[in-house]
């Protein structure tokens, strides 16, 4: 899943907490929030544990966690780290590449041309790969 649309619908399940006077329940959401992005599993862990025993979420809320974290390996980017996805941790990778390759390529350009691009981008990203 991509990170930013997993913390988009966790905003829309969790404004209330963001409507709350309680500045903790501003924190937890705050915290809820940036549970995608989060680079660190033990981070992750330790994060989303405080978040679930929070007294500010309800019964259906703490639910609504536990569900998702059953799929954290999917929607969290510290446990995407470890496969290889060329740098990018979100769903949107071919959206990245798209942007990278109109920079480089227009409908002008020859198949050769394409095909040196993806090539090239390929060996960059495997580099960077290594080096982690």
Not at 15 to 38: C, D, E, G, H, V
Not at 40 to 45: A, L, P, R, T, V
Request: charged letters at 25%; proline letters at 2%; glycine letters at 4%.
């Amino acid at each position: 899943m991509c990170a930013w649309h997993v913390s988009n619908n966790l905003k829309k399940h969790f404004a209330y907490l963001n409507r709350l006077k309680s500045q903790n329940a501003k924190k937890i959401y705050q915290s809820i929030i940036s549970l995608p992005y989060n680079e660190y599993i033990g981070g992750y862990e330790d994060e989303y544990k405080g978040i679930v025993r929070s007294k500010d979420l309800s019964p259906d809320s703490i639910a609504y966690l536990q569900k998702r974290n059953e799929y954290c390996d999917l929607l969290v980017k510290a446990f995407m780290k470890n496969p290889f996805t060329g740098s990018t941790y979100t769903t949107s990778r071919i959206e990245s590449k798209h942007r990278i390759f109109k920079k480089i390529l227009n409908s002008g350009s020859s198949l050769i041309k394409v095909f040196q691009t993806f090539a090239y981008l390929e060996q960059i990203e495997i580099e960077n790969f290594q080096k982690k």
